[in-house]
T-cell receptor, first 114, second 112 residues
């Protein structure tokens, strides 16, 4: 079973629209990471969240970790074609008795229509 | 420039052949990882190494082998025992100062 669930699995939005991607864990998150991937390329690190209620922003992307540390959201404001790609969340494996490793969600594929 | 390099970018293999994927990093990171990515399945951990001369199996180690003779290098061998090797392979290393994992550009392996 998937330990980290991402929703939606895919998303098509019109350029300029806002969107949100969610990442839900069945266990407490000790560290939550967001990555972006262009098809056929490596993962680019976006942000890391560790504290309950923490929120970080970079340009038009904001990531939040809820107070219970079991869910994170990634919000993109005024989407652009450059935001298109696959977004993956990863969690510190410590919460799953797998220290020293990251556990990943299945990814959310974002398409932005001009 | 510091970073993680993987070679080759594309690799074709005939059935029954072993093939080795290269991963090199000049970031001075102790821990390195190999993942496999298939469409719609996210990343699955193959092997990881937290220090030179030591490595552990991940979730899908069968049909793969690794070595860690140098801190900078963590090559992955896909053996003929791997039943479905066609996939995108990603190498990563861990920055213990920032608790962040960084990835290489990947190698796409296709079995003909």
């Amino acid at each position: 079973s998937q330990e980290l669930e991402q929703s939606p699995q895919s998303l098509i939005v019109q350029e300029g629209k806002n969107l949100t991607i969610n990442c839900t864990s069945s266990k407490t998150l000790y560290g939550l990471y967001w990555y972006k991937q262009k098809y056929g390329e490596g993962l680019i690190f976006l942000m890391m969240l560790q504290k309950g209620g923490e929120e970080k922003s970079h340009e038009k992307i904001t990531a939040k970790l809820d107070e219970k540390k079991q869910q994170s959201s990634l919000h993109i404001t005024a989407s652009q074609p450059s935001h298109a790609g696959i977004y993956l969340c990863g969690a510190d494996g410590k919460g799953y008795n797998q220290g020293g490793k990251l556990i990943f969600g299945q990814g959310t594929e974002l398409s932005v229509k001009p | 420039d510091g970073g993680i390099t993987q070679s080759p970018k594309y690799l074709f293999r005939k059935e029954g052949q072993n093939v080795t994927l290269s991963c090199e990093q000049n970031l001075n990171h102790d821990a390195m990882y190999w993942y496999r990515q298939d469409p719609g399945q996210g990343l699955r951990l193959i092997y990881y190494s937290q220090i030179v001369n030591d490595f552990q199996k991940g979730d899908i180690a069968e049909g793969y082998s690794v070595s860690r003779e140098k801190k900078e290098s963590f090559p992955l061998t896909v053996t003929s025992a791997q039943k479905n090797p066609t996939a995108f392979y990603l190498c990563a290393s861990w920055d213990s100062h920032t608790d962040t994992q960084y990835f290489g550009p990947g190698t796409r392996l296709t079995v003909l």
